[in-house]
């Protein structure tokens, strides 16, 4: 499988997936490459800000109930560092007070778990667009 | 008349004859000395008659106002048959007129011729007169008519005589009369004084022996006593007085100016002793008075005035009774009665005493100051019960009886209803105890509680809610987590799933990658369930106990733990317990856990019942399949028979911050021990809710 095979950027925008649930780290991706995106997954939000492609994301698909820093951690740390990068939420855990915040703190979308397929492709397009 | 001539012999012996009598006559007088004329008239008359020869002989004395006093008559012996007395005192009786004048005649008298001849006595009949009389033609013969003469003269003499005599008598015997009169009265007088005299002595006498005793029994009292005289200056001291105040009696005098009294309260003790002296009036203070080491020492002093018959003052008695350790009692006494009183009043705590048999009551200041009565209005039970909140006075009785029942201790709770509706929470406890009759008394304390129940109350409320959102969280959480363990494995497996879909219709396939995604699916899958049985374990411990459960115990146990919150609620719980109910295996903490929902959910089913009693009935039983059978009855609003099925639902609740998860997860376990858990609507309101589970069976 092409788990590491990434597009180069010049047309095919770089989304991140941050979760620390391996599952959804596995099945992702692959999606997302289906689609068309380049990807790179990581388990907590701390690997991500430390990553060197931080600056190019183009999109960041976020966990919100991480160990450690948060979703909404990392919504903020971003904010706070100038990073401007359309988020997409994605919970296991459906509550409304939380979907409500992540929109007031500017995610683009937040997708309960188990969400489908073209759910994730549209918000991936509202997030690229706006970009 | 034929004139005889006398012999001269015999003549001469009827002149000496005559003489003779003469003498005899002329000593009539003599011999009629001292004699009361009643007497001297027979005798002048039976002289007569013997002296001379006459037929009769009358008298007639007057009085001295001429009117008749007395008749007397002589007839001779001889004539008695001719001259009958009383025709002759009537015939003679006119001699007595002055006018009939007194020489002799004849007259007749009846049938028979007489010479009568009379004589006045008293020149002028002032004494009476006489007459005698004859039926001799020559009567009287002059020496007759000279004895006669003779005899009526002395017959005044003497008569005279006997008449002064008796005037004399008369004056002599009055006064005699009056001077022995006199002399009674004198005597008695005298008597009288004598008397008088006596009394006096013996008052006297008696008054020296009462000073004498009064004497030795002021010396013997074991008291100090002092004497003053009516001015109020010290008359005498006892023995015990002087050895008090180690001072002589001349000291003691003195005592209006010394330090005996103590100087604080010299000067009013001084004003109350002068102002008795004036008025009469006793005296009776408390003042401290100098022991003869110089230490004061409290007394009680009294004074009596002693008086005499007429109400005068005699002296004054003053007896001091050393108070002293009574009265350092009194202050400690009275310092702990306000420490008390303050005590009571701090920790709003009254306390009471009831005498059952005769339903006297008595109360400290605090119980009415809780109560909110009046202290000067006596407490009977009645006026107790007015106070008591309405729903409690059931309770109130009950306690009432079973304290007069059996004298055992009591502690109870309950509230009291103000006039204004406020209301108090009331702590009682009492003791029964029996005085020295044997008869039964309570004495005990009662605390309003007011604050502390209202603050429980809110921490009550406070920590049912904070159970509840921790319920609800938990429970939030617990579903959070299971959303959270099956939604990651879910998720994957759709994405997987339609990243295979994606892959398969590329042109050419992806089919390795379709193979890579449907065995990420079938992983995923298998997570999921695993997340299934693990929740599923989180139910029913991994190693589920499985004992022999006595459902009445751990019945209790539950009812133990939920009273506090079910009382609170007014929820009145009625408990049926079967004596024959057979043991079941299983896990108790989650048998009762099932109870504790059914409870729980009866409670809450009355929630919004006001017009009938909150009653909870619990019942087990042996059922007809020796079954153990526990059922929770309610009387509240009951369900809708239609959604009975939804009632076991998970997540079904009628309740507005209710989870739902109470009934499902009851029946769960219910089902796990072999059971079966349903529900039925009453005859009456609510409905009751019930399970069965097969007993143990001996193998």
């Known amino acids: ?131 | 008349m034929k004139v005889q001539l006398e012999h001269p012999a015999d003549e001469i012996k009827r002149l000496q004859r005559c003489v003779n009598d003469v003498v005899s006559l002329l000593a009539l007088p003599a011999m009629w000395s001292g004699s009361k004329p009643c007497d001297i008239v027979p005798t002048l008359l039976d002289s007569l008659l013997r002296m001379l020869d006459l037929d009769f002989v009358y008298v007639s004395l007057t009085n001295l106002v001429g009117a008749a006093l007395s008749e007397t008559v002589r007839v001779a012996q001889s004539q008695e048959q001719l001259f009958r007395p009383r025709e002759l005192c009537t015939f003679l009786s006119r001699w007595l007129d002055p006018q009939k004048c007194y020489l002799p005649e004849r007259s007749h008298i009846g049938d028979e011729e007489v010479s009568l001849v009379s004589w006045p006595l008293g020149v002028q009949r002032e004494i009476g007169v006489i007459v005698a009389g004859s039926r001799r033609a020559d009567f009287p013969r002059d020496t007759e008519a000279l004895l006669l003469s003779i005899a009526a003269n002395q017959a005044l003499t003497g008569l005279q005589q006997a008449r002064r005599l008796t005037e004399q008598k008369r004056v002599a015997d009055e006064l005699d009369q009056s001077v022995a009169q006199r002399t009674a009265e004198l005597a008695a007088a005298n008597e009288v004084l004598r008397e008088e005299v006596a009394e006096r002595r013996r008052a006297e006498e008696a008054l020296a022996a009462s000073e004498h005793s009064l004497r030795l029994i002021v010396d013997s009292i074991p008291g100090l006593v002092s004497l003053l005289t009516p001015a109020g200056e010290v008359e005498l001291v006892n023995p015990q007085l002087v050895e008090y105040c180690g001072r002589t009696l001349e000291e003691l005098r003195l005592w209006g100016t010394s330090d005996t009294v103590h100087t604080e309260d010299l000067p009013r003790v001084v004003q109350l002793v002068a102002r008795s002296i004036t008025s009469g009036s006793p005296y009776d203070f408390e003042t401290r008075v100098r022991r003869f080491d110089g230490v004061y020492r409290w007394f009680q002093v009294r004074g009596l005035p002693v008086r005499d018959a007429s109400g005068r003052i005699l002296r004054w008695c003053s007896l001091l009774t050393d108070i002293d350790e009574r009265k350092r009692a009194e202050d400690a006494l009275k310092r702990s009665e306000a420490f008390l009183a303050e005590g009571q009043r701090l920790s709003r705590t009254g306390s009471f005493s009831w005498r059952v048999a005769t339903g006297e009551i008595t109360w400290s200041e605090e119980l009415y100051r809780i109560f909110e009565f009046d202290r000067a209005v006596p407490v009977t039970l009645e006026l107790i019960s007015t106070r008591v909140h309405p729903e409690d006075i059931p309770l109130l009785n009950d306690m009432i009886d079973r304290a007069r029942g059996n004298g055992s201790d009591f502690e109870y709770e309950h509230r009291l209803q103000m006039s204004n509706h406020s209301v108090k929470y009331l702590h009682m406890v009492g003791r029964g105890i029996r005085d020295r009759q044997g008869r039964l008394v309570y004495i005990g304390a009662a605390q309003d509680v007011t604050e502390r129940r209202l603050s429980e109350e809110t921490l009550g409320k406070v920590r049912s809610e904070l159970a509840h959102v921790a319920r609800v969280t938990s429970l939030g959480a617990l579903t959070a987590s299971m959303a959270h363990e099956v939604n990651q494995p879910l998720s994957g497996i759709i994405t997987n799933a339609s990243t295979c879909l994606r892959m398969l219709t590329l042109d050419p396939p992806n089919v390795d990658g379709a193979r890579e995604t449907a065995r990420r699916t079938i992983r995923d899958g298998n997570r999921a369930s695993d997340v299934i049985t693990r929740l599923r374990a989180l139910f029913s411990k991994k190693d589920t106990i499985a004992e022999r459960v006595d459902l009445n115990d751990a019945t209790r146990e539950v009812i133990a733990l939920s009273l506090s919150e079910l009382q609170r609620n007014r929820v009145i719980l009625r408990c049926e317990l079967a004596e024959d109910l057979p043991l079941v295996t299983g896990d108790r903490v989650q048998l009762q856990q099932v109870i504790l929902n059914l409870l729980r959910n009866g409670s809450d089913a009355m929630n919004a019942v006001h017009d009938r009693p909150r009653e909870l009935l619990i019942r087990t039983a042996r059922d007809e399949d020796d079954r153990a059978l526990l059922s929770v009855k309610d009387a509240g609003i009951g369900f809708d028979p239609q959604s009975m099925d939804k009632l076991f639902q998970a997540f079904y609740t009628t309740k507005n911050d209710g989870m739902g998860i109470g009934l499902s997860v009851s029946r769960f376990i219910i089902e796990q021990h072999d059971g079966r858990l349903w529900a039925t609507l009453n005859d009456g309101p609510g409905a009751t809710f019930s399970f069965s589970i097969p007993c143990t069976t001996n193998t």
């Not at chain 1, 047309?11 to 391996?22: F, K």
């Not at chain 1, 698909?61 to 904010?79: C, H, N, S, W, Y």
């Open chain 1, 1 to 131: 499988m092409n788990s590491g095979q990434e597009k180069i950027a010049g047309g095919y925008p770089l989304v991140a997936v941050v979760d620390d649930d391996e599952s959804v780290r596995e099945s992702l991706p692959d999606l997302l490459r289906e689609f068309g995106f380049a990807t790179h997954s990581f388990s907590c939000a701390e690997q991500f800000l430390t990553c060197d492609r931080l600056v190019q994301t183009g999109c960041l698909i976020l966990d919100v109930a991480m160990p450690g820093m948060t979703g909404f951690d990392l919504q903020r740390e971003l904010k706070l560092r100038g990073h401007s990068i359309p988020i997409i939420f994605i919970s296991a855990h459906k509550d409304e007070v939380v979907r409500r915040r992540a929109f007031q703190q500017g995610a683009v979308e937040f997708l309960f778990k188990p969400f489908s397929d073209t759910a994730l492709l549209q918000a991936l397009n509202t997030a690229l667009r706006v970009r």
